[in-house]
Each structure stands twice: as structure tokens, then as C-alpha cells.
């Protein structure tokens, strides 16, 4: 017995369609489901090599030119503009995250998702109207590609004119740049009152007050009813931000920070125009290249098909 556990037989596995498509040869302690599983390889093979295989198929239904039907149709459709247009609405509502584009460029890229809601909207239309339409068809393809281009082309010109005012240090030609400066100066008056207060109050120098306190410790950064610095509240809200992100102070020259403890970098105007140049220019261009050929091949597609689509 000992002498038979070493030697190795041959085994003949037949499958349910009763041919025999290989025969085994298995150590004693191979197990039955090796060898079934070696067969289902091998007949894998077998039926791709006759073109009854599973990627046959896929291939043979992508590259058959008989008309899909309908019931596939949208589904496909729907899924593939999701994903071609999915990629620069996901970038446009990423970049209206950042506190220097929603400062100078604004929210808009908040509402560039909506256009995926308008595509499953059209799904919807496709299904109830029983075959493809032009107008859905339109609606769901071109007009989105026009849509997030027209706001990828607004982030790009406002990041090319507002950048440039931004890094330049002329502070009184650009009215925009100015009204920022002076509520940092507003900010930095209110904050030193605080400070002085304070001193007072603990009977403690400023300069020792000053490292232990910063503007947001203090009662005048809370809003009150009858606030004397309402106009000024959401600058110093983007302010804050551009300190404690970019270790900035200061807005058209550097200055002792404000609300961080942290040694300033640069002042918060060249910090802000240097975000736009390094993150929403690249990316508002690479969208405008992507949606304009993917606008083109819409169009192009539309045309080709318009004698099939009915209105």
C-alpha cells in the first residue's frame, strides 16, 4: 500500500454532454474537484476555439451590426453619457469647493451635477416613449457637452483675469483686490482693539496677549444683532481660510497673521492668485478640450442617425 501512494494513475473525467474532452493524469491525492475543474478550463478553451465561448458572444453582440433592441438600448445609452459626462461635473463641483474659486469665481460649479439629474430624467422619457427620439437624444447629449463647456470656458477666463490681479501688487487699480484689502485692515484694527482689551482685563502686555489669542477668540468676530461689520463678515470668513490653508497673511503685502499662530509664507493675494493658476486653470482647460471632441462626436452621431430618429 505504501508502495502505491507514490505511484500515479490515470484518470478519465467525462463531462455532462457525454464527450470526453481530456483525460488527467492525477496524483493519488488530487481531489475530484481539481479535475473538474481543469476540464471547465479546457472546455472553456474548447468552445471559444468554435466561437460558442463567453467572449465570442461579448464580441459577436459588440460588433454586430443588427439593431440593438430597444429594451437594451437606453440602459446602455443612459450609462454611457453618466460616465463621459460624469468626470467634469464631479471636477466642476470639486473646484467650487475651494474658497478662492467660490471668492472670485463663484458657486457655479455647484450646479454642473444637475446635468447628470437631466440625463436619468431623459432615461425615463426614452423608456415611456418605446424608441429612441432626436429631441431626448439631443437633450441628453449635446446639450450637456455645451452646458459644462459653457462653464469650464467661465472658470477659465475668470481665472485668467482675476489671477493676474491677484498676483500684481497694485492694490488701488483693481477695486475688487482693494475692497478685500481694506477689510483685512478693518480686521486687523478690530483684532488689535481685542487684544488691547484683553491686556487690561488680565493686566498682561499685548505682545503676551498676542500669542495666546487670535481674532476669532474674540467677541467681535461673533455677529450680533445690530453688527457694524456685517459687510465685512464673508471676507473675513475667506481670509481665515486662505491663512489656515496656505500659511499666508496679510492680503496686498504680508503682515502678522490674524488668525493662525503660523510664520506667513507670502502675502494672501499671491496665494490666491497661484491657486487659480495651479488648479482651476489646468483642469477648466483639459474640460474644455475633453467636451468639445465629445461634443463634436454627439453632433456627428445625431447627424448620422437623423434620418432613423423621428422627432
Same mark, same amino acid.
Given at each position: 500500500?505504501?508502495?502505491?501512494?507514490?505511484?500515479?494513475?490515470?484518470?478519465?473525467?467525462?463531462?455532462?454532454?457525454?464527450?470526453?474532452?481530456?483525460?488527467?493524469?492525477?496524483?493519488?491525492?488530487?481531489?475530484?474537484?481539481?479535475?473538474?475543474?481543469?476540464?471547465?478550463?479546457?472546455?472553456?478553451?474548447?468552445?471559444?476555439?468554435?466561437?460558442?465561448?463567453?467572449?465570442?458572444?461579448?464580441?459577436?453582440?459588440?460588433?454586430?451590426?443588427?439593431?440593438?433592441?430597444?429594451?437594451?438600448?437606453?440602459?446602455?445609452?443612459?450609462?454611457?453619457?453618466?460616465?463621459?459626462?460624469?468626470?467634469?461635473?464631479?471636477?466642476?463641483?470639486?473646484?467650487?469647493?475651494?474658497?478662492?474659486?467660490?471668492?472670485?469665481?463663484?458657486?457655479?460649479?455647484?450646479?454642473?451635477?444637475?446635468?447628470?439629474?437631466?440625463?436619468?430624467?431623459?432615461?425615463?422619457?426614452?423608456?415611456?416613449?418605446?424608441?429612441?427620439?432626436?429631441?431626448?437624444?439631443?437633450?441628453?447629449?449635446?446639450?450637456?457637452?455645451?452646458?459644462?463647456?459653457?462653464?469650464?470656458?467661465?472658470?477659465?477666463?475668470?481665472?485668467?483675469?482675476?489671477?493676474?490681479?491677484?498676483?500684481?501688487?497694485?492694490?488701488?487699480?483693481?477695486?475688487?483686490?482693494?475692497?478685500?484689502?481694506?477689510?483685512?485692515?478693518?480686521?486687523?484694527?478690530?483684532?488689535?482693539?481685542?487684544?488691547?482689551?484683553?491686556?487690561?482685563?488680565? !493686566?498682561?502686555?499685548? $505682545?503676551?496677549?498676542?500669542?495666546?489669542?487670535? &481674532? +476669532?477668540?474674540?467677541?467681535? *468676530? @461673533?455677529? /450680533?444683532?445690530?453688527?457694524?461689520?456685517?459687510?465685512?463678515?464673508?471676507?473675513?470668513?475667506?481670509?481665515? !481660510?486662505?491663512?489656515? $490653508?496656505?500659511?499666508?497673511?496679510?492680503?496686498? &503685502? +504680508?503682515?502678522?497673521?490674524? *488668525? @493662525?499662530? /503660523?510664520?506667513?509664507?507670502?502675502?494672501?493675494?499671491?496665494?490666491?492668485?497661484?491657486?487659480?493658476?495651479?488648479?482651476?486653470?489646468?483642469?477648466?482647460?483639459?474640460?474644455?478640450?475633453?467636451?468639445?471632441?465629445?461634443?463634436?462626436?454627439?453632433?456627428?452621431?445625431?447627424?448620422?442617425?437623423?434620418?432613423?430618429?423621428?422627432?
Amino acid at each position: 500500500m505504501d508502495e502505491e501512494r507514490g505511484i500515479r494513475r490515470q484518470m478519465t473525467v467525462d463531462t455532462t454532454g457525454g464527450s470526453d474532452y481530456s483525460t488527467f493524469t492525477v496524483s493519488e491525492a488530487s481531489s475530484a474537484s481539481t479535475a473538474s475543474l481543469l476540464v471547465g478550463i479546457r472546455k472553456s478553451f474548447a468552445d471559444e476555439r468554435k466561437g460558442a465561448g463567453f467572449w465570442s458572444d461579448m464580441k459577436n453582440s459588440v460588433l454586430s451590426t443588427e439593431e440593438m433592441s430597444f429594451s437594451i438600448w437606453p440602459h446602455f445609452y443612459t450609462c454611457a453619457c453618466l460616465a463621459v459626462y460624469g468626470l467634469p461635473s464631479i471636477t466642476l463641483a470639486h473646484l467650487a469647493t475651494d474658497e478662492s474659486v467660490a471668492f472670485w469665481i463663484g458657486p457655479y460649479g455647484y450646479y454642473a451635477p444637475l446635468t447628470l439629474v437631466f440625463i436619468l430624467f431623459l432615461h425615463a422619457v426614452h423608456l415611456k416613449m418605446g424608441k429612441p427620439r432626436l429631441v431626448p437624444v439631443i437633450f441628453s447629449s449635446v446639450v450637456p457637452a455645451a452646458l459644462l463647456f459653457a462653464l469650464a470656458n467661465e472658470h477659465l477666463l475668470a481665472t485668467k483675469s482675476k489671477a493676474q490681479m491677484l498676483l500684481s501688487k497694485d492694490c488701488r487699480t483693481f477695486p475688487l483686490k482693494g475692497d478685500v484689502h481694506r477689510s483685512w485692515v478693518v480686521a486687523s484694527k478690530v483684532f488689535d482693539e481685542c487684544i488691547n482689551r484683553t491686556a487690561q482685563e488680565f !493686566q498682561r502686555s499685548p $505682545e503676551d496677549v498676542r500669542t495666546i489669542r487670535r &481674532f +476669532q477668540d474674540c467677541r467681535e *468676530w @461673533t455677529p /450680533e444683532r445690530s453688527d457694524p461689520w456685517a459687510e465685512h463678515r464673508r471676507t473675513w470668513k475667506y481670509l481665515q !481660510q486662505l491663512e489656515i $490653508e496656505h500659511h499666508c497673511s496679510g492680503w496686498c &503685502f +504680508q503682515a502678522a497673521p490674524v *488668525w @493662525t499662530y /503660523e510664520k506667513p509664507k507670502d502675502a494672501c493675494s499671491v496665494s490666491a492668485g497661484a491657486v487659480l493658476i495651479a488648479k482651476v486653470a489646468p483642469a477648466a482647460s483639459r474640460m474644455l478640450v475633453f467636451l468639445g471632441i465629445t461634443g463634436a462626436i454627439a453632433v456627428g452621431g445625431i447627424l448620422k442617425s437623423e434620418t432613423s430618429l423621428e422627432l
